[in-house]
T-cell receptor, first 114, second 114 residues
């Protein structure tokens, strides 16, 4: 059974470019989460969705970041324009429902902004 | 707000040694507590959890007991293996308030040597 799928696994881009990260949650899961992991700040929750609706985006660092979930099987996290300080590993996770506690993480996208 | 504090790493042990990774938390309500593990190059995986005071979570030889009186959830294993080398994250989820939002500690890296 496929887990959470993220693409690309690695992304190298130049400052100012637009970056789009993609996530496919586990089939049947209704909640989706985007996290960012850095050495300095650890693991931070950026935004999460329930039934495709954003519930809490208080962790989104600034207006350069946006996330969408157009349907139950796909979500994107976009950074425009990207900056070197955005370099991090971005994880997507999903859970069965809004109240179900276990989150299942994807393998992450390692982003490097030069 | 909620917070989780973990002992800093890296923790370096010889194979078959006893492991303890300390975790304490601050929460206003009655959280569920989790340990997640991240192997190199992978996303986080749920290792074990406990949902109420005095519960013991266990998996793969690891255990942790929910201690409300000391607000702690220390991870232990009697005999570690090289394959246990990973980063371990303590996390909590508040049962009051909205949704399925996890608060993570900063992670503790474990290195097990032969």
């Amino acid at each position: 059974d496929a887990g959470v799928i993220q693409s690309p696994r690695h992304e190298v881009t130049e400052m100012g470019q637009e970056v789009t990260l993609r996530c496919k949650p586990i089939s049947g899961h209704n909640s989706l989460f985007w996290y960012r992991q850095t050495m300095m700040r650890g693991l931070e929750l950026l935004i999460y969705f329930n039934n495709n609706v954003p519930i809490d985006d208080s962790g989104m660092p600034e207006d350069r970041f946006s996330a969408k979930m157009p349907n139950a099987s796909f979500s994107t996290l976009k950074i425009q324009p990207s900056e070197p300080r955005d370099s991090a590993v971005y994880f997507c996770a999903s859970s069965l429902s809004f109240s179900q506690e276990t989150q299942y993480f994807g393998p992450g996208t390692r982003l490097l902004v030069l | 707000g909620d917070s989780v504090t973990q002992m800093e790493g890296p923790v370096t042990l010889s194979e078959e040694a006893f492991l303890t990774i300390n975790c304490t938390y601050t929460a206003t309500g009655y959280p569920s507590l989790f340990w997640y593990v991240q192997y190199p190059g992978e996303g986080l995986q749920l290792l074990l959890k406990a949902t109420k005071a005095d519960d013991k979570g266990s998996n793969k030889g690891f255990e942790a007991t929910y201690r409300k009186e000391t607000t702690s959830f220390h991870l232990e294993k009697g005999s570690v293996q090289v394959s246990d080398s990973a980063v371990y994250f303590c996390a909590l989820r508040e049962l009051t308030g909205g949704g399925n939002k996890l608060t993570f500690g900063t992670g503790t890296q474990l290195k097990v040597e032969l």
